[in-house]
């Protein structure tokens, strides 16, 4: 049993694994402010603290817990809201971040694990699927503040010592989505169906993404804790989704066709964006399990069962 910290243990990703660190019998503590997460997914047999991750008070509160490990995840997770506010995004994003390093260092934690982001860090890239060695552009303010504290990261083991290692993912998706989220387009999908709405399609939906489920992510950051692996690593399917396929199958999972309405493509948005996993398969043995079908019927249930 360890005693470890999540912080945004009360988000979509977040609260999934910390469910599983608890069966696992590990004593979990969760730090979240509840913008974007919700206080009914935080497990019950975790402590919660209910604050920003910017708080000076989490450096003294980890100098008396004495945690082994954290996972870092609270974020601001919104490309748009970061270009509309990229001061604010650096404030959570990189202040916040460097507030829980700060903590991490001072409170004798031995390793930091950060969720990162692939499609944000490398931008518009020919390198396609993208490997972690492929130049980082990033086009928003969100994708140049998770860099740097993944850079950051990386200047804490090379000064104190502090292990770490970021998991750069691709698109997640899975039950808890939160739904005016950047990345999360099946959430905003299978919500309008259940719901018998209308959804908008933007272009000719030929765009495509990687989508990885939820609980393959969760796997990734439980061997990561396990194996000494610094540095990034993509958590990925290396397949490639477009829109249409996304339809599909969210039409097969709920036996019905979904309501669309098309729109013209919103400008600035990334064509085509898929990750290459071998470094994961190599480092952590890890690959994703749940295929995209199930993965999404997974997620369809989930919707129409909250919604009773
Ligand atoms: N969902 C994806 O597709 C995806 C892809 C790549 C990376 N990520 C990263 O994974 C992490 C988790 O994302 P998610 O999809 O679960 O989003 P989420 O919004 O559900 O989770 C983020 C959590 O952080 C909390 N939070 C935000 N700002 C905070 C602050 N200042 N102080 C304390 N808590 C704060 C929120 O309340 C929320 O519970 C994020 O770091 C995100 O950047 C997600």
């Known amino acids: 049993m360890s005693k470890i910290l999540v912080t945004g243990g009360a988000g979509f990703i977040g609260s999934t694994l910390v469910d599983q660190l608890i069966t696992q019998g590990h004593k979990v503590t969760v730090v979240d402010n509840l913008v974007s997460g919700c206080r009914e997914y935080i497990n019950q047999k975790a402590d919660f603290w209910e604050m920003d991750i910017s708080d000076p008070e989490l450096v003294a509160r980890l100098r008396e817990a004495g945690f082994e490990l954290v996972y870092h995840l609270a974020a601001q997770i919104d490309v748009r809201k970061s270009v509309a506010d990229p001061a604010f995004d650096t404030q959570v994003n990189?202040?916040?971040?460097?507030?829980?390093?700060?903590?991490?260092?001072?409170?004798?934690?031995?390793?930091?694990i950060m969720a990162s982001t692939g499609g944000a860090i490398y931008g518009e890239t020919d390198e396609l699927p993208t490997s972690e060695n492929a130049p980082t552009y990033p086009l928003s303010p969100y994708g140049i503040n998770k860099l740097a504290l993944e850079k950051y990261l990386n200047y804490y083991y090379q000064v104190y010592g502090l292990n770490y290692t970021v998991l750069r993912f691709a698109n997640v998706y899975g039950p808890r989505q939160y739904k005016g989220g950047e990345a999360g387009v099946v959430a905003i999908f299978t919500e309008a169906m259940a719901s018998d709405k209308a959804c908008t399609l933007y272009g000719d939906g030929k765009q495509t993404r990687d989508f990885v489920y939820v609980d393959d992510v969760v796997n990734a950051f439980i061997v990561a804790s396990k194996i000494d692996c610094r540095g990034e690593i993509n958590i990925s399917t290396a397949k490639e989704t477009d829109m249409w396929e996304m339809i599909m199958a969210i039409e097969e999972a709920a036996g019905k066709k979904l309501k669309i309405e098309l729109a013209p493509a919103r400008a600035g948005e990334q064509r085509r964006s898929v990750l290459l996993n071998r470094r994961a398969l190599e480092t952590l043995d890890w690959s994703p399990r749940v295929d995209f079908p199930e993965g999404i019927k997974r997620t369809y249930d989930w919707v129409k069962e909250t919604q009773k």
């Open 94 to 112: 990189i202040l916040g971040g460097l507030n829980v390093l700060e903590a991490a260092r001072q409170g004798g934690v031995s390793k930091v």
